[in-house]
Structures are given as C-alpha cells and as structure tokens.
C-alpha cells in the first residue's frame, strides 16, 4: 500500500503543529483570518500550488499554474464566508523568463475574473543560488470582505450536507500523485491529472452567500475527512454518500493507493463541501449546482 506520507507527506504532522499555533494565535487555522480596522472587519488568506507546479512545468502549463494560484486562495475566503476583493502574487525563480511569468500572469488574470477579484501586486524574486535556471515557485496572497459568519453551533442533526464537484485533483496530494505515476503517465493522462482547480464563484450571489447554508469546507490536504471536521461539531457526524468519482481516482488507486487512503489525501470528485437548512437544501442547491449527498446525525 502506497500512502501519502510513503511520498514524503506527514499530514498529522502539519495538523499538530497548526494545534500548538493556535495555543499562541487563536486566529489561526481557519480558512481566513479577520482583522477589525474601526468599523471595517477585513479578510485575508495565503497558499501557493504545491509540488502539482513541478510537473506544470514540465509540461508547459503556466496558465494553469496560475488558475490554480488564484482558486486555493480565493476557495479558502469563500469557505470563510469571504467575498475576494483583491490579489497578490509572489514568483520566485532562479532567472526570470518573461514568456513563462506571462503565462503564469495570465492564468491568474483568467482566475481572478471569475471572482471579479483585483489584482493589486505582482513580486518577482531572481534568487540563482536558491532555483536552477527553468525553476519557479509561486505564493498568493488574497483579501476581502466578510459577507457571512458561519457558526458551527448552528448545525444540528437533520441538516443536509451537499457538495459542488471538482475538477479533478486540484492542487493537494501531487507529491502521491508523482510518486504512483511515472512521467509517460502523466503526459498519457495530463488533461485529467494536470486539470485546473475549479473556483467557486457560484457560491456568491449578488454579492451575498444564500442564507440557506450554515457551513462550508474547502476539500484541499487532508482530503474529504479531513472537511468534515472542519464542517460538523465534535458531538455530530455525517452519513453521506460521495458520488462515482472522477476517472483520476481510480486511476492512483490503480496504483496501489487504498481508498481509505484516497479520502485522507484527495477531495474524491467534491471540491467544496456545506451543510445547508433542510428546508433551504432544495433552492441552494438549484442556485449553486451543488449536490445532496446526505444528512448530519
């Protein structure tokens, strides 16, 4: 059996070391953090693409790199209950290349107009000591305005837990993903390991997020367990049934990848998770392409 921490990955690790944080910050851990500026409360988050931008590279994907930069932020502030209102981005590379920034650029432009986000920065570091010619990596940094507080006390036995689609993989899980796959693999299946990261605009309507849902979880590391913590108090649980995921799944558990193991890694095809009003399931779910997958007990 392969598993994600085989490829170099400790998971639990990460998830103790956020717990100590959280003993010195209490802002820390959530999908956004909230600052108060006298009667304005402002949002904000940073992530990067992980290890998925090695085989981005390699494959000439720039564009996507940077759809993928854009969705794993703007995904955290709308899982807060944030409406993104401005980017930036860090590229760190050992000699800047300008046709590859470019695309990069582009594809961040491509995201952020999906959020009607602004993009208000763009760092360039040439650090030649620290990345080989041909080498980048990438941060974003994103802000916006709160628009809903979700309370987990709110969520009762009953409720309903829905879920909108992903795209694929995402942008979590790569190092598994490089480690079950050899470099003929990728390049066979490439459109379906190397799809961008869906971004989740749908869940903001006219400016507001529908009144019918009382909690959302980005599916990113950690896979869909690991969301349902961060959706459900301790004392509840949930009784879903997950959708035939997409072909890629079956791919890497192909691979020797036990499914156990996959829902501790991957998103399995629900990139954003919610537990909705039973009486509002119906219309949120119409207003946002979301599916019922099962109830909170």
Known sequence: MTTYKDSGVDVEGAEKLVRELKKRFSSVGGYAGVVETGST?????????GTKILLLKKFGLHE???????????????????KPVFFMDYFACGRLEEDVF??????IETGLKQVGCALLGVETAEMPDMYRDGEYDLAGFSCG???????????????IIAGMASSGVHSNGFSLVRKVFNEE??????DIILAPTRIYSELIIDG?????????????GGGTNRALKRLLP?????DISLPEPPEVFSLIMERGVKPAEMENVFNMGIGMLMVLDENSADSVCRLTGAKILGKVK
Not at 41 to 49: K, M
Not at 102 to 107: A, C, E, R, S, T
Not at 185 to 190: A, H, I
Request: charged share 25%.
């Open 208 to 220: 507001k997020i529908p009144s019918g849902i009382k909690n959302l979880a980005h599916v990113t």
């Open 102 to 107: 470019l695309k990069v650029i582009n594809g």
């Open 41 to 49: 409360r402002i949002a904000a988050t940073c992530d990067g693409v």
């Open 234 to 238: 301790e004392e509840l649980s949930a």
């Open 185 to 190: 693999e990728v390049e066979k299946y490439r």
């Open 64 to 82: 996507t790199a940077g759809i993928d930069l854009v969705a794993m932020n703007v995904n955290d502030l709308i899982a807060g209950g944030v």
């Open 145 to 159: 305005v709160p628009l809903k507080e979700f309370d987990m006390g709110s969520v009762n036995r009953g409720d």
